[in-house]
């Protein structure tokens, strides 16, 4: 089973977009094994975009992403890479297909409300980098 990890990042946060983030990737059928509130320290934030050190716009990234807190939640399902993706929409927000979270909500790629993974092998990385094995739930959705 796939996972991938979401940050409903400072932006959505701050213009109390969380739930609604959340009820998309509910309503897609993802499902939630882990969610958390949190400040990211520069330390992380670092390692989670170490893929994009080195580009212009990543100190910014590190800034923004440490700015204010987010939640961050691993969904679990199949094909939950490229659901998720579907869902959140293009990372440049004006070319985001309406319907999208970021075609819905967003107009900057700097602030483009949340991330998603983009592979299977990235999924399971970043999840580990922000959750412990024990924060991770394996539950059943008829009980
Ligand atoms: P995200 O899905 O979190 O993955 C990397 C992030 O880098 C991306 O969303 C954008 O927020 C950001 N990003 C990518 N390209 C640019 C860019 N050209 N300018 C500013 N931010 C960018």
Redesign the pocket.
């Given at each position: 089973m796939e996972r991938t990890l979401i940050?409903v990042k400072p932006d959505a946060v701050q213009r109390g977009l969380t739930g609604e983030v959340i009820k998309r990737f509910e309503q897609r059928g993802l499902k939630i094994v882990g969610m958390k509130f949190i400040h990211m320290t520069k330390d992380l934030a670092q390692k989670h975009?170490a893929v994009?050190e080195g580009k212009p716009?990543f100190e910014?990234?590190v800034t923004y992403i440490t700015s204010a807190p987010v939640v961050v939640m691993a969904l679990e399902g199949n094909n939950a890479i490229a659901a998720a993706r579907k869902t959140i929409g293009a990372?440049r927000p004006t070319e985001a297909e309406a319907g999208t979270i970021r075609g819905d909500y967003g107009m900057e790629?700097?602030r483009?409300l949340v991330?998603?993974s983009d592979s299977v092998e990235n999924g399971e990385l970043e999840v580990s980098n922000f959750f412990t094995e024990a924060e991770l739930f394996s539950w059943d959705r008829s009980t």
């Open positions: 940050i975009y994009h716009f910014g990234l990372t790629i700097g483009n991330h998603g």
